[in-house]
């Protein structure tokens, strides 16, 4: 079993946010997949479904970005998972809008979720680092990601989501090369030629002549003439 944990806020005022990115994954997860409705526990709202042959838990907690790592600890203990076995989905700052990098471990980056999260149940977690840009000035970072995503970034985000939900099969199996592969596809779609054939040029060249033949020899004789020829 695994647990795909979407990091963001409870509430209206900020189902659009920036930092709600990961609830937003997890939704689009869900409606594409096919899960159970959501439902109240562990301190979140939870779904439960198959991706593959996993069976698969999807927890958004409600407990406030900074106390996150409550609400998972609760849900792995419950079914006595271990880190290796949550995949968390988040806003990362440090990549530019429509990146999106699967991460094993290492540090939170300032990331209150992730530093709650390493706070109750370590770091030996996966990580879908979901880029939003940074504003430029660290000062400007929490009302950032605290503002809802800008009209020019509905293009790229949502390729991004449906991207998540196209390889979310292949991340829960553990094939996290698969499941970039799957959000390149959207961010970045193959383009069909659109140059066509060029029409064969008109030639130039006259056609071969055919060959002359071979002129036709009048005979001027009279007949008495033919007649002596003959015999001669």
Not at 66 to 89: C, H
Not at 106 to 120: C, D, P, Q
Not at 135 to 156: C, H, I, Q, T
Request: hydrophobic share 35%.
């Amino acid at each position: 079993m695994k647990i795909f944990v979407g990091l963001g806020n409870p509430g209206p005022k900020y189902a659009g946010n920036r930092h709600n990115v990961g609830f937003m994954a997890l939704d689009r997860i869900a409606e594409d997949h096919g899960f159970a409705p959501w439902r109240g526990k562990f301190q979140g709202a939870m779904s439960e479904g198959r991706l593959g042959r996993e069976k698969v838990l999807l927890l958004k907690p409600e407990t406030f970005m900074n106390l996150s790592g409550q609400s998972v600890g609760e849900a792995m203990r419950f079914y006595k998972l271990t880190p290796a076995d949550v995949i968390v989905f988040h806003d990362e700052l440090d990549l530019a809008p429509g990146k999106c990098r699967v991460k094993q471990g290492g540090g939170h980056a300032g990331h209150n979720g992730l530093r709650s999260l390493h706070a109750h149940i370590g770091a030996d977690y996966t990580r879908v680092r979901i880029g939003i840009g940074h504003p430029g000035n660290k000062n400007a970072v929490s009302s950032y990601v605290l503002r809802d995503f800008a009209k020019a970034d509905e293009g790229w985000l949502d390729d991004v989501l449906r991207g998540c939900a196209d390889g979310a099969v292949d991340l829960a199996e553990g094939d996290s090369g698969k499941f970039m592969n799957a959000i390149g596809r959207r961010v970045n779609p193959p383009r069909s030629s659109t140059n066509k054939p060029k029409p064969d040029a008109p030639t130039t060249e006259a056609p071969a002549p055919n060959p002359e033949k071979p002129a036709k020899v009048v005979d001027t004789r009279n007949p008495l003439q033919k007649l002596m020829d003959k015999f001669s």
